[in-house]
Antibody, heavy 122, light 110 residues
């Protein structure tokens, strides 16, 4: 069955970086884009960007451009999202979710990771 | 990219129907039939309920339906049940090749 398993909770200091992982299983990893979203406490969902199915291209939301880096390791079917220059506004739960890239591109998130809490605190 | 506009909360009695609106613009909701809806319980990941405006994934109850008119999409839940009480989010693909979410609607089943 399809599973997206994210790494555990992180605590980061202001100005530092945090890197979260999302390990995929149960499907053809290279046939899907991976997206990252976040949800601040008590707030709604915010789309951060995606990494292409081939792991080469990325598309970041303007809000995060220059501060986010998404990478893919096809050998382990794992995607990574690194966010730098952390501030208290980055305290949130971060989710990975996939969309289909081949045999008909899709524009909806059919499977999600369980979420990773990132707390920014000095 | 501004978030799509949803009512903050809706409430209705069991057995009744509710409709949650999701208003965007000609650059997102109105541009494509790529609106999706997600149900989220506290502390859990969102779950896909409707995709491509009005399609239901396998396993989602037929009580859930979606529609769109112009720049506004809607999610309708008929025959409300206590288990439907959750937060609901709409999402749309945009002309900038990005995605945008609504602010979320808290559904209370009275």
């Amino acid at each position: 069955q399809v599973q997206l398993v994210q790494s555990g909770a992180e605590v980061g200091k202001p100005g530092a970086s945090v890197k979260i992982s999302c390990k995929a299983s149960g499907y053809s990893f290279s046939n899907y884009y991976m997206h990252w979203m976040r949800q601040a406490p008590g707030q709604g969902l915010e789309w951060m960007g995606l990494i292409n199915a081939n792991g080469v291209g990325t598309n970041y939301a303007p809000t995060f451009q220059g501060r986010v880096t998404m990478t893919r390791d096809t050998s382990t079917s794992t995607d990574y999202m690194e966010l730098s220059s952390l501030s208290s506004d980055d305290t949130a739960v971060y989710f990975c979710a996939r969309t289909q890239a081949v045999a008909g591109t899709t524009f909806y998130f059919d499977f999600w990771g369980q979420g990773t809490l990132v707390t920014v605190s000095s | 990219q501004s978030a799509l506009t949803q009512p903050a909360s809706v409430s209705e009695s069991p057995g009744q129907s509710i409709t949650i609106s999701c208003t965007g613009s000609s650059r997102d909701v109105g541009a494509y039939n790529y609106v999706s809806w997600y149900q989220q319980f506290p502390g859990k990941a969102p779950q896909l309920m409707i995709y491509d405006v009005n399609k239901r994934p396998s396993g989602v109850s037929s009580r859930f339906s979606g529609s769109k008119a112009g720049n506004t999409a809607s999610l309708t839940i008929s025959g409300l049940q206590a288990e439907d009480e959750a937060d609901y989010y709409c999402s749309s693909y945009t002309k900038s090749s990005t995605w945008v979410f609504g602010g979320g609607t808290k559904l209370t089943v009275l």
